[in-house]
């Protein structure tokens, strides 16, 4: 029951809770602030319009889901389109809620490959023009409308001027109207993989539309045989134990994986896909499958590197296990994991439920000093956020570094997706139930090639690389 009641606020966004109202006014403020009377530069002293100021940034920053037939509730594309929904676009980009950008600004790595966040500009700009009315403008200041490519092809065949060479289907898979939560979890042999492939990159994606209303996420293990491979699994036995690993976790948020240059992932002859999809139901019944689309590197050509997507703990996983969420309280639970191999971490994703609130990457490397990676302080269940560093910016860590994951659920009513806040909440597969874990691609090297990076980038980035935050306490705001 608590099902339907949740997974309605889901779609018309749960995010937009009076709850946020304290840190919207204190952000307000802030943004008026930086324009003193409104004589100031920039959008305190011009007439902000929709043609001239706004539609850029919207094409810039919303239209990829704000477009007709896409994942977003309604397009922002027109004026006419944009103008109804004045009130809510400024909540949600004061609160840093849309885009869906859940990090926090001011420590750690700030450099990603995917970064789709507003500026403090951008964010000024709408504000202002909300303010003022949310005027037009000149229609002949309308930028050119963007164009994009269906919703049909994949997203990584312009990066690749090609076709997947593989395309994965999973058994199709059905939600009814109404009903609890379900497992789909279905095997796909790989036929066509008669010797050793080496993975380039992966697009999943549930195949329609209406299909991604119902995916909460949908993950591909590769199950494969390892079981000499020290490095397949990480010492709190995850998935990756059992095979190959895991080679893509489609969640909305997070589409594709492209490996670093002389990078990829192992499929091994005999390898088969299993399905891991996790469906809701969001009011009317609905059927599809999920699709990966798999880039291969030429058969002649072996990537140095392999990329583990791996599974880091905050708490261990199982029934009764380690997480131990008490009513009305914020709980905080840690989890610790030694590289066995020097290693780049190329991603950060969070991975927590309802009353997931923040999440905190650092390492403790083996001189002891400690490096905050990424902390993302507004957790927001709808968004699975998957934070991608650049090739500058991407942690390279020594053997031995610990890898050091705090997460905090809010389980009081201060947490809008928060079903029930006098429950008692463990561990558990179902979306009431929590996890608190992130996902990190970890790529590991030799002793050299660590050597060789920290000779190069060693008095730029010690320990004290970024602001490390001094005292690990979740935020005030909540989502
Ligand atoms: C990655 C996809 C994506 C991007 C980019 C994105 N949005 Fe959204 N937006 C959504 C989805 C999906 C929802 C509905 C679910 C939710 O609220 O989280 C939504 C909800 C909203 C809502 C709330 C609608 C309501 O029901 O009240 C507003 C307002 C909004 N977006 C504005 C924006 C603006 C403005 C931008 C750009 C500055 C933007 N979004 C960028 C996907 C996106």
Known sequence: ????????????????????????????????????????????????????DVAPIFQAKCEECHRKDSMAPMSLVTYQESRPWARSIKERVVQHQMPPWHLDKTVGIQEFANDRSLSDEQIATIVKWVDSGAPQGDPKDMPAAKQWPSNDGWQLEKQFGRAPDLVIKSKDYWMPA????????????????????????????????????????????????????????????????????ILMEWAIGKTYDVYRPNTGKLILPGARISWDIHTHAVGEPITDHVELAVWLYPKNEVPKYRTYLTMFNAARSGAGEALDIQPNTIAETQGF??????????????????????????????????????????????WMNNYIYTDESAPVLPK???????????????????????????????????????WVNVT?????????????????????????????TPPAQNN
């Open 400 to 438: 031995g570094t610990i890898i050091h994951v705090t997460a905090w659920h809010d389980n009081t009513t201060a947490k809008a997706s928060n079903p029930d806040p006098n429950q008692w909440v463990g561990w558990g597969d179902r979306t009431v139930d929590e996890m608190a874990h992130a």
């Open 178 to 245: 109404v009903g609890q939560d379900q497992w789909w979890k279905p095997l796909t042999e790989l036929p066509e993989i008669t010797e050793a492939r080496w993975v380039r990159a992966v697009e999943m994606r549930p195949s329609t539309t209406p299909g991604r209303k119902i995916t909460h996420h949908a993950i591909a293990h590769l199950q494969q045989n390892e079981r000499n491979n020290p490095l397949a699994g990480d010492d709190n036995a995850t998935a990756a134990a059992a095979g190959g690993g």
């Open 337 to 382: 994991h030694v590289l066995r191999q020097a290693a780049r971490l190329e991603n950060f994703q969070p991975h927590m439920h309802l009353r997931g609130k923040a999440m905190l990457l650092e390492a403790i490397l083996p001189d002891g000093t400690t490096q905050t990676l990424s902390y993302v302080n507004n957790f927001n269940f709808n």
């Open 444 to 472: 590991y090297i030799s002793d050299e090639d660590y050597n060789e990076w920290a000779a190069k980038h060693k008095p730029a980035r010690g320990a004290g690389r970024g602001p490390n935050r001094a005292a690990a």
């Open 1 to 52: 029951m608590m099902n339907a009641r949740f997974l309605g606020g889901m779609w018309r966004g749960v995010g937009t809770s009076v709850l946020a109202i304290g840190s919207f006014l204190m952000l307000s403020g802030f943004l008026m602030a930086a324009e003193p009377g409104g004589t100031t530069t920039g959008a305190a002293t011009k007439v902000v319009t929709f043609t001239k």
